[in-house]
């Protein structure tokens, strides 16, 4: 009998977030449910302070949930150790390189380190991974390059690179628009769409782009102060959710276009 294949890379049952201190819980989002597809691009969107880092934060397990219950590949996060974690789920976070020293051949090597031996020595198969990941990113021609010669772009792609050389299903990336110009933002959120495309991992990131992960997500996640919601775009677009992501005073979420404008 065929084996039963299960498409779920990552479930979210019930899920409260927030920070948890002496003086009592501090609640930023509750009632959150979804459950993400193998090989999709999803976008996290949501006005500044919402509670997308806090989210991203719960579901990598740099952070403990309030309540609830999340699955990685159907298993329950909490019985998942680092190890098993690292060869499941890649992050590119925000904070700036402590590395920048390295080559990005080096720096994308680290990738690697949950497999490696205790020296961190590569075998060929290793290198073959890497070099993979470099001519996927398209960035072969930089390999030599120290990272502090780099453009905020290019180490963006640099970091890209690192996650898919650490081959997990997973990838999650905290906001890896920022800092980028408009023809950057559009490069690296098409990369990521191509990347889930042609290596079949489910990328995830949170960003403020949202007319572009209108355009380029299959799935998107989007956090409102009442509630949060995941979705295909254009059905997030026929059920109004976008009007409930800001003020109506200054911008206004035009449904033909599938974007936002300022109101005059
Ligand atoms: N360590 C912390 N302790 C308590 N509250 C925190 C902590 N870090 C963040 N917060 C609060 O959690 C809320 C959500 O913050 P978070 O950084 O998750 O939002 P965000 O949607 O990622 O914002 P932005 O788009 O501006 O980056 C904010 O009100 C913030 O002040």
Not at 13 to 22: A, D
Request: with cysteine; aromatic share 6%; net charge neutral.
């Amino acid at each position: 009998m065929a084996k039963e294949t299960s498409h779920s890379i990552l479930k979210v049952e019930e899920l409260s977030i927030g920070y948890k201190s002496k003086k009592g819980d501090t609640l930023i989002a509750s009632d959150i449910n979804f459950e993400l597809q193998k090989g999709q691009l999803i976008g996290l969107v949501g006005a500044n302070g919402i509670g997308k880092s806090t989210l991203l934060r719960t579901l990598i397990k740099v952070q403990p949930e309030l309540s609830g219950r999340l699955f990685l590949n159907q298993k329950d996060l909490k019985s998942t150790s680092i190890l098993e974690l690292a060869k499941q789920l890649s992050i590119v976070l925000t904070e700036p390189l402590s590395s920048k020293n390295l080559s990005v051949f080096e720096l994308v090597s680290l990738g690697r380190h949950p497999y490696t031996n205790w020296i961190g020595r590569l075998t060929e198969a290793d290198s073959a991974i890497i070099n993979k990941a470099l001519t996927l990113v398209n960035i072969t021609a930089l390999k030599d390059k120290k990272c502090y010669e780099l453009s905020d772009g290019q180490l963006q792609k640099v970091m890209i690179a690192r996650a898919l050389a650490q081959d997990t299903d997973l990838i999650v990336l905290d906001e890896p628009t920022s800092h980028l110009d408009m023809y950057h933002k559009a490069y690296i959120l098409k990369l990521l769409q191509k990347l889930t495309k042609e290596t079949g991992k489910t990328i995830l990131f949170s960003s403020h782009e949202i007319d572009l992960a209108i355009q380029l997500c299959d799935t998107m996640i989007v956090m409102t102060k009442d509630q949060v919601v995941c979705n295909q775009p254009c059905q997030l677009i026929s059920e109004g959710i976008f009007n409930a992501l800001f003020p109506k005073d200054l911008i206004v979420f035009d449904e033909k276009t599938g974007s936002f404008r300022v109101t005059k």
